[in-house]
């Protein structure tokens, strides 16, 4: 299974962007997976951001971010998105995708994980 997360980039403070993951893999259903985004800020343990049911019907959202971020899925495409708004600063980290049989805000709930995409936030 891969999941390869793309999106990342350098953007000023206040901006938007958006974040997608794709996952393949021959025994992999896609549809059979909740999916989640976590973050990992230089110095920083790895955090929570969002994360979307294998059916999209259920959300889980960082307190801490709530608002500014909207995650959603394209089965068709096997592809999970995050929408950040309003990026700040400490917003910069690597994001990574990952996928799990629950809805969870756990690392260790999640089976598979991508590579991450850096995301720095700067004037």
């Known amino acids: 299974v891969q999941l390869q997360a793309s999106g990342g980039g350098l953007v000023q403070p206040g901006s938007s962007l958006a974040l997608s993951c794709t996952a393949s893999g021959g025994d992999f259903t896609f549809t059979d997976y909740s999916m989640g985004w976590f973050r990992q800020a230089p110095g920083k343990e790895r955090e929570f951001v969002a994360a979307?049911?294998?059916?999209?019907?259920?959300?889980y959202y960082a307190d801490s971010l709530k608002g500014r971020l909207a995650i959603s899925r394209d089965d068709a495409k096997n592809t999970v998105f995050l929408q950040m708004n309003s990026l700040k600063p400490e917003d910069t980290a690597v994001y990574y995708c990952?996928?799990?049989?629950?809805?969870?805000?756990?690392?260790?709930?999640?089976?598979?994980w991508g590579q991450g995409t850096l995301v720095t936030v700067s004037s």
């Open positions: 990952a996928a799990g049989r629950l809805l969870s805000r756990s690392p260790p709930m999640y089976e598979y």
């Open positions: 979307i049911s294998w059916s999209g019907s259920s959300t």
